[in-house]
């Protein structure tokens, strides 16, 4: 069967391209975006939104604590600011992210690029791993991570949407499209993006294409992994999540996260409460990353879909 | 005595009883900074309750949260909070809290607690002001401990970046933090030249002359820059055994016996007596 929302294959744009686009085109009608960077604005995609608004574009320097809070400020006079550095530096504005944004419910939106082993050769110190943890921590805070440029598109007209508070990933790498035009992003969420009873691969972000390759492969060898975009990180598609552990008894939870505190977390919340089955993680091992490229990394800390098939063939033997 | 200096009194009288009631709260640095903060909202802001659903408007900002009780009290004074809430002072349920907050109060300006964030926020403020074209201006009050945070810096580095001359920072100077005077703690002087390098107009006040006061603010330009003035002030002014003293910053707890002693200094004894 051809699936409507599926399209796998080469990408033109990374997430963090595809989000400085969908902005700068959704900024047209909406006069009250603007946006903030630290810097990074070539980095993160949103040089495009400077060249197109200058004057809907402030410039804060390297110095992210006042930034965040200065969005606060801006957001109380009905602006809703793009905030934009790279994951590991939003941390740097934690506090400031907590009173001026969200004890205030304010609608502000921290879009951060280079999460994750995804960074790359930068190393360990730039390499987020922790931020999923960390924002979802934070009342009012919704955390997304989209899973491919079709998706940020839909999710970039979702978060200007809701009124609140938002923490998105981009993404530095380039990606696999995954989806059609036609899927569509909600907060609070998942999709089943491809079908099987056997047991369900929870993925988010880039471990989305890499559950995708793996339910594949496992196909031919027999087993059905059924594949579900959780990119509503919080708040977490709980119906959807008690569905799959009724429907495939287990799971196998994959981010490019630290284990921690992340999706496999918020997803296991779930399940302990309403619905105990089964579950392995696919996540980084509480340590921190080092240099390499993406893919040698995600192979490196069993983030590959090979890592993927190995754990789904230790749970599905016993059956 | 002057109509203002009564009114100040009164309200420093207010504050004590808040804290009074609450079994704790910074009186100290609430003392000290009600002269100026009194002025603002009685002769300069010219806000109404119902002005704070607009954004086009004024605002003042008590970045040193702390300080709230003398918001809180100089707010009773201008109608935008009840006598009972003032005596709810960091009571459960009420919307007084500890640190100004704007889940409970949309006149505080901002939620503060953490030092440093609410000039950030004021400054963002000033910026969207700014960009709308709108001929506002935005107060923000700081404490001396506070400008040892690095955000604080980072602030003023925007603010001049930007050239936010609508911007008006009070820097509400009684050199004395919460364990102990400011150069013991940390030194930050020579605080006016590091102001002027960072591109501030920069004015000297004797924070508790009304004249003076008045002044100062009469005297902000209009030149591009962001406008900080230096209040001197005295921690716990207008209470004698408070005066100059760490130990009265805060969180205390005021017994009868102090709090009587207080409200006779302060001539509202007898007013206010039956709320002890």
């Known amino acids: 069967m051809k699936s409507k929302i599926l399209e796998v294959g080469k990408s033109q744009y990374t997430l963090r391209d595809q989000f400085g686009l969908s902005i700068t085109k959704l900024a047209k009608k909406n006069k009250k975006i603007i946006v903030l960077d630290a810097d990074v604005a070539g980095g993160t995609g949103l040089h495009r939104f400077r060249k197109k608004f200058p004057k809907r574009f402030f410039q804060c320097g390297i110095a992210e604590q006042n930034m965040i809070s200065l969005a606060g400020g801006l957001a109380s006079l009905g602006f809703i ?45 730039a390499q987020c791993l922790e931020d999923l943890a960390i924002f979802r921590s934070l009342p009012n805070f919704r955390v997304i991570s989209p899973a ?9 007209k979702e978060i200007i949407k809701f009124k ?5 990933r981009t993404g530095r790498s380039e990606i696999k499209k995954i989806f059609t035009k036609k899927y569509k992003f909600k907060i609070g969420k998942g999709k089943i993006i491809k079908k099987g009873e056997d047991l369900s691969i929870i993925a988010c972000g880039v471990m989305v294409e890499r559950a995708l390759v793996a339910s594949k492969k496992l196909e031919k060898e027999g087993i059905k992994a059924r594949v579900v975009n959780m990119s509503s990180i919080k708040p977490i598609d ?8 009724k429907e495939t008894k287990k799971f196998i939870i994959a981010e490019d996260h630290n284990k921690f505190g992340g999706l496999g977390s918020a997803v296991s919340e779930v399940i302990s409460e309403f619905c105990p089955i089964k579950v392995k993680y696919i996540s980084v091992q509480d340590e921190f ?22 754990l789904a063939k230790k749970l599905n033997l016993k059956k | 005595m002057s109509k203002f200096d009564q009114d100040v009194n009164y309200i420093r009288a207010l504050i004590l009883l808040s804290i009074f009631k609450a079994k704790s709260g910074h009186p100290g640095g609430s003392l000290s900074s009600v002269d100026f903060l009194y002025f603002l909202f009685d002769k300069v802001l010219k806000l109404k309750k ?18 709230a009780p003398a918001l809180y009290a100089v707010g009773f004074i201008k109608k935008f909070l009840s006598f009972n809430s003032l005596l709810n002072l960091r009571k459960i349920d009420s919307n007084t809290q500890g640190h100004t907050d704007l889940r409970k109060l949309n006149w505080v300006g901002a939620s503060t607690g953490s030092l440093g964030q609410g000039l950030s926020y004021a400054t963002g403020i000033a910026l969207g002001l700014k960009s709308k074209k709108v001929n506002k201006k935005v107060f923000v009050m700081v404490g001396d401990g506070e400008i040892q945070e690095g955000q604080v810096w980072e602030s003023l580095m925007f603010s001049a970046h930007y050239k936010l001359d609508n911007l008006i920072i009070i820097l509400d100077y009684n050199k004395i933090q919460s364990d102990d005077f400011n150069k013991n703690i940390m030194n930050f002087e020579p605080l006016k030249d590091k102001l ?9 006040i004797d924070g508790h002359n009304f004249n003076q006061i008045k002044n100062c603010l ?50 509202n004894f007898e007013k206010l007596r039956k709320y002890l």
């Open chain 1, 148 to 156: 491919d440029p079709n998706e940020m598109d839909s999710a970039v």
């Open chain 1, 289 to 310: 990353g080092i240099s390499g490229e993406p893919n040698e990394l995600a192979e490196k800390f069993n983030l590959d879909y090979k890592a993927i098939i190995k």
């Open chain 1, 164 to 168: 609140g508070p938002v923490y998105m």
């Open chain 1, 238 to 245: 709980k119906d959807l999540i008690i569905k799959c552990a």
């Open chain 2, 218 to 267: 009469l005297r902000i330009k209009k030149n591009k820059k962001p406008n900080f003035i230096i209040s001197h002030t005295i921690k716990g002014k207008g209470v004698t055994f408070m005066e100059n003293k760490p130990q009265w910053h805060g969180s205390v707890k005021l017994t009868f016996e102090q709090i009587k002693e207080a409200l006779i200094e302060l001539n």
């Open chain 2, 50 to 67: 119902k002005d704070f659903k607009n954004w086009n408007r004024n605002y003042f900002i008590l970045s040193k949260g702390h300080c």
């Open chain 1, 81 to 125: 600011p793009i905030v934009t550095t790279f994951s590991v530096f939003m941390l740097r504005g934690l506090e400031q992210a907590r009173l001026s944004i969200a004890y205030n419910n304010s609608n502000v939106k921290l879009v951060a690029s280079h999460p994750g082993l995804d960074v790359g050769p930068d190393g360990g110190s």
């Open chain 2, 196 to 204: 002027i390098s960072f591109g501030m107009n920069v004015q000297e």
